[in-house]
């Protein structure tokens, strides 16, 4: 009786609408906590994980089903954690000295305790993205996680806009940063940038797709110019070429995905229009969003954008830091130095002063050549592939706002893709798990796509079926008066 009760119309329990709440819920909460990088903030972030793990085994309990994903997605961050436990057995030592020779037995990895942060924390993540993929299953839900996206990201932007304006050194205008600039919530303006990326990708996607009403069409350019303008005026150079290479991407996917299906239908010429249409639209959002910015007062934004080009050091320092990563990649080719221990092979071999310690490669690619090795760059090589072989199938869907997300989505990773050439986004949490949300919504299966007809199909089938089941309850009550009358 309660097992029936839990099961709604469509066979979701109440435990899956718990996970599908979390997953939203996670993706705001996770950013506001200064984009969970602080051990407290991590530590709900993993309990949250946890959670899911229980309400999922309730959910198969209450279903008599355990919901899995079959999405190769999942693989790489499998493998990258079996690379990480890899790293941790003690297969290197350390000769000791002196009339009695120890050998002092250790790990792969320089930092075991760092790579056992790692691996808790790819955990964590893993976790998240399978339940986004298992329990994101219908419609409804791809519309709810996307609106949750695209309003948050709207409502970010202008938090961000409002604290640089007002509180330029202040994080959330409560705590001054000596060594780092600041923009809304988060520590660094790069990772603002990057979440920007992501959810600007969506509603532009839904714009060039043609997955927006027209009703509806104001409101999404309204809330991806914002978005566009908060990300410029991070004044991170990394996430404006990323921004560019967005739009870039945008026109090109929709421009040829159109092209073909109008040369399918014979029309050359109509394709060349819509391409040189879109071309056009394209060029005129990116010249509007930096007018938008100069019309905010962001023109420090564009001169430092423009003018480091003839400074002495355009990279800021990062040259450097690629210099001493690929030193580190020489010596430790094969699985790398450990996941998460980046800073201490660093340190070891930095050939300046080491006044500063560079936690970061400043490029995700080295960094995972560093920490993992060729094997975790085999591995992150398979999650890019798929993830655009699995994308670029699900923008040939019928259902305009599941084509849309696609395109959208895919927009989104690759501009954070490219911003991982210049910065380390994808290292702070909720860019993390945004990224891989973002992803799913990418590559689900067709479970998440309306009919031709607006998703109306099944629903009549359902009334169809229905009602001849009411017709004999019908008659059933009429039929003890009759046979009454007749006795």
């Known amino acids: ?269 109509s394709a060349i229009r819509g391409a040189a249409v879109r071309a056009g639209l394209g060029l005129a959002l990116i010249l509007s969003i930096f007018a938008g910015v100069v019309m905010l007062g962001g023109e420090p934004v564009l001169n430092r954008f423009m003018g480091t080009v003839s400074s002495a050091d355009p990279t800021t320092g990062r040259a450097h830091f690629w210099r001493v990563t690929l030193d580190i990649i020489r010596d430790y080719p094969l699985l790398g130095t450990g996941l998460g221990s980046f800073g201490l092979a660093f340190t070891r071999y930095d050939t300046r002063s080491g006044f500063l310690r560079v936690e970061q490669a400043h490029n995700d690619y080295l960094q995972v050549l560093s920490d993992a090795g060729i094997v975790g760059a085999l591995l992150g090589l398979f999650f890019v592939v798929t993830l655009f072989r699995l994308g670029l199938k699900r923008t040939s869907s019928e259902d305009r706002f599941r084509r849309g997300v696609a395109v959208g989505a895919l927009a989104g990773c690759f501009a954070v893709l490219v911003h991982s050439f210049f910065d380390f986004t994808l290292h702070t949490t909720s860019n993390a798990l945004l990224f891989l949300v973002v992803a799913a919504l990418a590559t689900l299966n067709g479970n998440v796509e309306r009919n031709a007809d607006g998703g109306h199909r099944r629903r009549r089938r359902r009334r169809r079926s229905i009602q001849p089941k009411i017709a004999p309850v019908v008659e059933a009550n009429n039929a003890p008066s009759i046979a009454h009358n007749r006795q």
Not at 69 to 85: H, K
Request: aromatic share 10%.
């Open 1 to 269: 009786m309660l097992q029936s009760r839990a099961l709604d119309e469509v066979g979701r329990t109440l435990a899956s609408r718990f996970i599908f709440l979390i997953i939203c819920v996670s993706i705001v909460l996770s950013t506001l906590a200064y984009g969970t990088v602080h051990y407290w903030s991590l530590a709900v972030f993993q309990a949250g994980a946890a959670l899911l793990i229980v309400l999922w085994a309730v959910d198969a309990w209450a279903s008599r089903r355990l919901r899995l994903s079959r999405n190769a997605l999942q693989w790489p961050l499998v493998g990258l954690i079996l690379v990480g436990l890899l790293q941790l057995l003690p297969f290197g030592h350390d000769a000791g000295g002196g009339l009695i020779s120890l050998a002092t037995v250790r790990s792969l990895s320089l930092d075991p305790y760092s790579t056992r942060l790692a691996i808790v924390q790819i955990t964590a993540l893993l976790i998240y993205f399978a339940a986004t993929l298992a329990f994101t299953d219908g419609p409804i839900r791809l519309r709810l996680i996307v609106r949750t996206i695209v309003i948050f990201g709207f409502l970010l932007a202008i938090l961000g806009l409002i604290q640089s304006f007002t509180s330029p050194t202040k994080l959330l205008w409560l705590r001054e940063l000596k060594e780092s600039t600041p923009f809304g919530p988060f520590i660094n303006r790069h990772h603002f940038a990057g979440y920007m990326e992501l959810t600007l990708g969506l509603p532009l996607g839904m714009l060039f797709s043609g997955g927006v009403e027209r009703d509806k069409r104001f409101i999404y350019v309204f809330a991806a110019g914002l978005m566009a303008v908060a990300l410029v005026m991070t004044n991170s150079r990394g996430g404006i070429l990323s921004l560019v290479a967005e739009i870039v991407f945008l026109v090109g996917m929709t421009g040829f995905r159109r092209g073909r299906r109008s040369r399918d239908e014979a029309d050359g010429k």
